[in-house]
Structures are given as structure tokens and as C-alpha cells.
Nanobody
Framework: QLQLVESGGGSVQAGGSLRLSCAASYSNRCMGWFRQAPGKEREGVALINPEDGSPYYADSVKGRFTISRDNAKNTLSLQMNRLKPEDTAMYYC????????????????????WGQGTQVTVSS
């Protein structure tokens, strides 16, 4: 059973940076970050494939967030720069067996493995 544990959330002022990490029991899967704000649906932030590391980003974070993975250490990271108040949400690490595709940012239901989430709060 794949287990995912996030860390690195916190509170920061607008324009600041945070780095999220996800420790996985193994990592030969499509992995990614989703977020969910109160009263909103869970949305995809970024995905990355296991072999070529090809990343996919939501338009709202493109140019500000960078997803990366270290397959040797079974870790997934999300570097978040120039944070905005609208980035405030619970962030979840997720994984699934099929390879990631750009359209999968909108298919949280297709991910079978989830972490417990880590809160990110950005104040204006």
C-alpha cells in the first residue's frame, strides 16, 4: 500500500515562498499536488511523471510553482514562490499508477493514493 506524508505547509505573507514535501513509501507512479480551499472543489496544482519527470501545471500557478521529484529518495516537492492569498488551501500529495497527462489536473477522482494534507495560508 502506497503511503504519502506531506510536510512544509505554514503561513506566509503574499509574495513569500514555501516548499512542500511529500515522502512516499515508493515512487514509480504519476505523482502530484492538489489543493482544496474551504467551500471549493479540489483542484490540481501540478503533476509529474516518474521516468522523464515531465511536469504539468495549472495555469494559476504556472511560472510561480515548480514541482520536482527524487525517485531515489521517494520524495516529491513543490516549490511555491510569489504566493498569493488565493493560494490559501489545504495541499494534498497524490499518486496513481497510470502516467500523468495535462488533463489529469482536473481528475482528482483518478488518483487512488492521498496524503493527509498540509495547510498553506497566505495573508495579504
Amino acid at each position: 500500500q502506497l503511503q504519502l506524508v506531506e510536510s512544509g505547509g505554514g503561513s506566509v505573507q503574499a509574495g513569500g515562498s514555501l516548499r512542500l514535501s511529500c515522502a512516499a513509501s515508493y515512487s514509480n507512479r504519476c505523482m502530484g499536488w492538489f489543493r482544496q480551499a474551504p467551500g471549493k472543489e479540489r483542484e490540481g496544482v501540478a503533476l509529474i511523471n516518474p521516468e522523464d519527470g515531465s511536469p504539468y501545471y495549472a495555469d494559476s500557478v504556472k511560472g510561480r510553482f515548480t514541482i520536482s521529484r527524487d525517485n531515489a529518495k521517494n520524495t516529491l516537492s513543490l516549490q511555491m514562490n510569489r504566493l498569493k492569498p488565493e493560494d490559501t488551501a489545504m495541499y494534498y500529495c497524490a499518486a496513481r499508477a497510470p502516467l500523468c497527462r495535462l488533463g489529469d489536473l482536473g481528475t482528482a477522482f483518478s488518483f487512488g493514493y492521498w496524503g493527509q494534507g498540509t495547510q498553506v495560508t497566505v495573508s495579504s
